[in-house]
């Protein structure tokens, strides 16, 4: 357990109206990541922060936005969404033992946008 | 684009049957990771792969690393039914920040 927790579990929200998701981890692990889950495309990365107030885009970045002010907590910023938002989103936190490449995932957040 | 490539997709079986799932790639990888994802919950890490031709065993499963370090292989012996779950490969390169993650490979086994 790598103490992440994500809220809100689940949220519905209207095309259009901006979204916060919060990532929150207990470990003072430096790299923190997002990702959505869709069937067929496995993860991918939207945005990750390898510091406070260091961050960069993903392979899908465009429509959001993060930042990351305390190590603890990582927030994903949906603008203005959209239904081609509604997806599954986790985020995770690099090891700091191990296998530096291994990541740790939070339960996730199921966001539909109507 | 670097791709991770999993087969089958789908993979449905019967308690006590043998399975392998492939993780193949045009890419090397400095290491690679197996993850096991079951439904509402997030990818639990299983094992990290990092010289070519290893091969890890973790109770009934065994990893393999390929000798190339671009694919490596996932195979289950005598299936239960709680093996039933989402198997995600995963690739990361030396000095990167980032992960790639492929599609997946969703096992059913039955009872």
């Known amino acids: 357990d790598a103490g992440i927790t994500q809220s809100p579990r689940h949220k519905v929200t209207e095309t259009g109206t901006p979204v916060t998701l919060r990532c929150h981890q207990t470990e003072n692990h430096r790299y923190m990541y997002w990702y959505r889950q869709d069937p067929g495309h496995g993860l991918r990365l939207i945005h990750y922060s390898y510091g406070v107030k260091d961050t960069d885009k993903g392979e899908v970045s465009d429509g959001y936005s993060v930042s990351r002010s305390k190590t603890e907590d990582f927030l994903l910023t949906l603008e203005s969404a959209t239904s081609s938002q509604t997806s599954v989103y986790f985020c995770a936190i690099r090891s700091s033992s191990g296998y530096e490449d291994e990541q740790y995932f939070g339960p996730g957040t199921r966001l539909t946008v109507t | ?111």
Not at chain 2, 10 to 34: K, R
């Open chain 2, 1 to 111: 684009t670097q791709l991770l490539e999993q087969s089958p997709q789908f993979l449905s079986i019967q308690e006590g049957e043998n399975l392998t799932v492939y993780c193949n790639s045009s890419s090397v990888f400095s290491s690679l990771q197996w993850y096991r994802q079951e439904p509402g919950e997030g990818p639990v890490l299983l094992v990290t792969v990092v010289t070519g031709g290893e091969v890890k065993k973790l109770k009934r499963l065994t990893f393999q690393f390929g000798d190339a370090r671009k694919d490596s292989s996932l195979h289950i012996t005598a299936a239960q039914t709680g093996d039933t779950g989402l198997y995600l490969c995963a690739g990361a390169h030396t000095g990167g920040f980032k992960t790639i993650f492929g599609a997946g490979t969703r096992l059913f086994v039955k009872a």
